[in-house]
């Protein structure tokens, strides 16, 4: 069995960079690029969602100089989406809170969006200003004011309920979460979602990740029980 939605979280960009004594910039750059070859081969291999953590709610409190390189970055490789868009199947959109962003980058999301949204091949979803807490506190707000307004009965609320309120709402769990960079922890990532997928880590650091690699784990995968809390 393959996995329907394949989430990874891409780090180790900066120590990419260091270990070739190049500025972080060289490695985003290196890692967007990644992104790119790898999703091609992601929807050859049949995988129908792919979550990519692009980044975090947590990742403005770095150097103002590499946010302002990798929000850059964003709006060049949002481009060549839009551009690539006319020949290739993938659909694109995006979860997290897109209000902090650029009016500009913003714009791009949403054009990606909208020109992708018919198309039936590989559906990307990529976490840009994403924190899985932040998308819950959102998605309470939201319940919330629902229920203020005398339209929904608290006691209706359940997962299914909470669910169709988070940015995710249309898209299936993921199956498999994959990190690289060897770190052994979530980051913030997905944290409702991920309740019962597969992990899979590598030291390998994300611009090094590659279609081999990308076996090994669904090599893995392929051999985990997944017993949901139950008894088989
Ligand atoms: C992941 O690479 C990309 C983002 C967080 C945007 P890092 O920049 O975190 O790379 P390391 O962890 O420092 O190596
Ligand atoms: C997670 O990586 C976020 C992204 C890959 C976008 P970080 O490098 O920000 O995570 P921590 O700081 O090591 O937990
Ligand atoms: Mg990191």
């Not at 270990?19 to 291999?45: D, T």
């Not at 302002?68 to 659909?91: A, C, H, P, T, V």
């Amino acid at each position: 069995m393959i996995p329907r939605h394949l989430a990874i979280i891409m780090d180790g960009n900066g120590r990419w960079a260091k270990k070739r004594f190049m500025p972080h910039s060289v490695g985003h750059r290196a890692g967007a690029q990644a992104l790119r070859k790898l999703s091609e081969e992601i929807e050859k291999i049949g995988i129908k969602y792919l979550t990519v953590y692009a980044f975090s709610t947590e990742n403005w409190s770095r150097p103002e100089a590499e946010v302002r390189e990798l929000m850059g970055l964003m709006r060049e490789y949002f481009q060549q989406y839009i551009d690539d868009s006319k020949k290739n199947n993938m659909r694109m959109s995006f979860i997290g809170d897109h209000s902090r962003l650029d009016p500009d980058l913003q714009q791009k999301l949403g054009i990606l969006e909208d020109i992708t949204k018919d198309k039936t091949g590989l559906h990307v979803v990529l976490a840009v200003n994403y924190g899985g807490r932040d998308e819950i506190v959102r998605a309470t707000r939201k319940l919330a004011k629902e229920a203020a307004q005398g339209r929904l009965d608290p006691e209706k609320i359940d997962e299914d309920v909470l669910s169709k309120m988070l940015d995710t709402s249309t898209l299936p769990d993921p199956d498999l979460i994959i990190r690289t960079g060897g770190d052994l922890r979530l980051s913030n990532f997905l944290l409702w979602q991920l309740a019962y997928a597969e992990m899979y880590v590598t030291e390998t650091l994300w611009p090094d990740f590659t279609v081999k690699e990308l076996e090994k784990a669904l090599y893995s995968f392929q051999g985990r029980d997944r017993r949901f809390g139950g008894r088989p």
